[in-house]
């Protein structure tokens, strides 16, 4: 199956500072990569989508100068919370799509990483 | 109209009961639906995809279609204890890449 590998799966930093969180497939390249963030009890909210070798395009209100994201490879796509503040602390997750399994697109859908909560404080 | 509603729930089900859990969407163009199971703390995890009208199952749980009524389901069997957990609808408006979730229905499983 396909596998998601999100890092770090926790991590706290001082405000003012900035905080790179990668997301990688394993096993699959992944054509295009989804950065969300969900906040306690509430769904997840799609921030930006990332296509390799191409500029993400962000969704509405998400500020694409703060939330840097870059998607270098099929295999890699990392976010950068600059200039955190503690209203950016959120859980924060990837989620890749490609097409894997025998027969390549037979199985074509989401999956996602692990999460990483961030605390700024 | 949200694009995904769900119930918030919390929706409880005796131990071995049937769960069902429901959702709609407003985008008659939606290809592809999907639920997803998500436990306090961690990220949402695939439990079934469906694209066409109609039931699909797999093991305990069987995803609806109704695309006339643009309208999916899971329904979980003889649900345990571990079942308890807020479960995402999710679909893709538009028939493009991108997903759009529900705000999840929380689901208790009582022994």
């Known amino acids: 199956g396909a596998v998601v590998s999100q890092h770090p799966s926790r991590v706290i930093c001082k405000s003012g500072t900035s905080v790179k969180i990668e997301c990688r497939s394993l096993d699959f390249q992944a054509t295009t990569m989804f950065w969300y963030r969900q906040f306690p009890k509430q769904s997840l909210m799609l921030m930006a989508t990332s296509n390799e070798g191409s500029k993400a395009t962000y969704e509405q209100g998400v500020e694409k100068d703060k939330f840097l994201i870059n998607h270098a490879s099929l295999t890699l796509s990392t976010l950068t919370v600059t200039s955190a503040h503690p209203e950016d602390s959120s859980f924060y997750i990837c989620s890749a799509r490609g097409a894997w399994g025998e027969g390549g697109a037979s199985n074509y859908g989401y999956t996602f990483g692990s999460g990483t909560r961030l605390t700024v404080v | ?111």
């Open chain 2, 1 to 111: 109209q949200k694009e995904v509603e769900q119930n918030s729930g919390p929706l409880s089900v005796p131990e071995g009961a049937i769960a069902s859990l429901n959702c709609t969407y407003s985008d008659r163009v939606s290809q592809s639906f999907f639920w997803y199971r998500q436990y306090s703390g961690k990220s949402p995890e695939l439990i079934m995809s469906i694209y066409s009208n109609g039931d699909k199952e797999d093991g305990r749980f069987t995803a609806q279609l109704n695309k006339a009524s643009q309208y999916v389901s899971l329904l979980i069997r003889d649900s345990q204890p571990s079942d308890s957990a807020t479960y995402l609808c999710a679909v893709n408006p538009g028939g493009g890449n991108k997903l759009t979730f529900g705000t999840g229905t929380q689901l208790k499983v009582e022994l």
